[in-house]
């Protein structure tokens, strides 16, 4: 296909929804999809006839390289639905840029733009009513590309899957999160994958995180390889911690990703008149101002989770507990964010796309 402005998307619609089973007001993340998805597939070295499809199961080789060599990448979106009814996505260009530099460092070929745009804004035309209007109600969105070749051989393959699948969502984590600071596990490393949404770097996180739920706590908030002194980014999410009235957060590097919701939220904290201090930021430091009563606060901020807040914090054998905080910069910068995601606010930086 050469002419990528005047390609036609192949439709094939369910015949029947399944919107009427499913019950939105208690959702499990990511367990509900909606009624179709996106497909196209890379043979021969060209990227053939995008479809949209009833959303059904897959058949793959046993010989897929995705299944031994890992070849597979991904993003998280959402979409949501404002009080008229259009629907919204936020930032795409930022997902779609990143998803093909994920797949640029797995040897993978890269998406062609006017494919992920075109296939989003059918596929969200298509199962628009699954998307619900009203803050805390979105669409998550996950386009990912998987090597579908059937030959066990240990380089780049030459056949690739692209697709886009949807669940309806709400809140990812509910209430406040417990987190260890990690001391001997490690979630990437100078010159490796970190910055990338590979499929691999969540799976090496699951057993330390297993660990640490043992403990009580659901998340672990990971160290540099090499001293483990530096504080980096949680298992789905980047920090910040609040420091006096200073946020503090690790600058992107090849060990940490470069989150949409990251780099949002230091724009809005500008517009807010807030401190945002991006440096490194050290396990000492933290320690020192929580037993100091100057940390204020600790959270994670993702796609999935927008914001989520820590309440405690362990490092070797002690436990920081951080106080309740009336007004504070987690609840000020998520509401201003969300405010922008369902339109209800002015967007002065341009993050709005509307599905037409």
Known sequence: MTNLDTFKIDISKAKQSKIEQVDFDNLAFGRVFTDHMFVCDFVDGVWQQPKI?????????????????GQA???GMKAYKDVQGKVWLFRPDQNFNRI???????AMPEFPQTFFFKGL???????????????GNSLYLRPFVIATEPAIAASPANAYKFMIICSPAKAYYTGKVR???????????????????????????FYPTSLAQKEGFQQVIWTDANTHENLEEAGTMNTFFRVNDTLLTAPISDRILDGVTRKS????????NIKCEVRTVTVNEIKTAARNGELKEIFGAGTAAVISPIEAFKHG????????????????????????????????????YEVK
């Open 53 to 69: 499809m009833p959303y059904q199961t897959l058949t793959i080789e046993p010989s897929a390289r995705v299944l031994h060599y």
């Open 73 to 75: 990448v991904f993003e």
């Open 100 to 106: 093909n530099k994920s797949a640029a460092r797995l």
């Open 121 to 135: 804004e059918e596929l969200l035309k298509i199962d628009h009513q699954w998307i619900k209007s009203g803050i």
């Open 179 to 205: 987190v260890l600071f990690a001391e001997k596990y490690s979630r990437s490393a100078n010159g490796g994958v970190g910055f990338a949404k590979a499929a691999g770097n969540y799976a090496a996180q």
């Open 265 to 272: 939220l230091i724009q809005l904290a500008e517009d807010l």
């Open 317 to 352: 054998d002690e436990v920081f507990e951080l106080p309740e905080v009336k007004d504070s910069y987690a609840d000020l910068l998520k509401t201003s964010m969300l405010n922008i995601q369902h339109n209800l606010a002015e967007d002065k930086h341009g993050w709005r």
